[in-house]
Each structure stands twice: as structure tokens, then as C-alpha cells.
């Protein structure tokens, strides 16, 4: 239910991305704040792993998938956007 809650978190923050590239530089906008959504997103998700690791006791090799999840939906949809909004 975490990891659920996680890409939920990460969908919001790349709408939240998207709405501010908008308003800065109208609809071509909605691609640059996909664009730069994508590391931002990373760093998100690798410090989630990184908590998993270094606080509830989980391997790299177990949290890896489990980053790679969470990392994954939210992103893709970001590249979408990147290419469908000027990328």
C-alpha cells in the first residue's frame, strides 16, 4: 500500500509540474515542467530507497525493484507529456 501511496504522490507532484509550466509559458510550458519533473522525481525515489535501506533494514538488492517501481509510472507519464506538449 506504500509504494501505491508513493506513485500516487509522484502523479500529483508531476501535475503539480506540469500546472506551473503552464502558467509560466502557457501549454508548451506543460513540457518543460514534465521535463524537469523526471530528476527531480528521481531523487524523490531513490531517497525513499534509500530510507528503506537505511532505516527499515532492506537490501539494495530488494529496494532496487521497489525503486525502479515507484520511479517508473510516474515518469513515463512525464515523457508522454514531454512529447506531446512540444519535447
Known amino acids: 500500500m ?18 506551473v509550466g503552464r502558467a509560466v509559458k502557457g501549454p508548451p510550458g506543460i513540457a518543460l515542467g514534465s521535463l524537469l519533473f523526471i ?15 537505511l532505516k527499515a533494514g532492506y537490501s539494495i538488492g530488494e529496494e532496487a525493484p521497489i525503486l525502479l517501481a515507484i520511479f517508473a509510472p510516474p515518469a513515463a507519464l512525464a515523457f508522454f507529456f514531454w512529447r506531446h506538449w512540444g519535447g
Open 2 to 19: 506504500r509504494t501505491v501511496t508513493i506513485i500516487f504522490g509522484g502523479l500529483v507532484l508531476l501535475a503539480v509540474c506540469a500546472l
Open 39 to 53: 530528476p527531480l522525481w528521481f531523487v524523490l525515489a531513490a531517497v525513499n530507497m534509500a530510507i528503506g535501506v
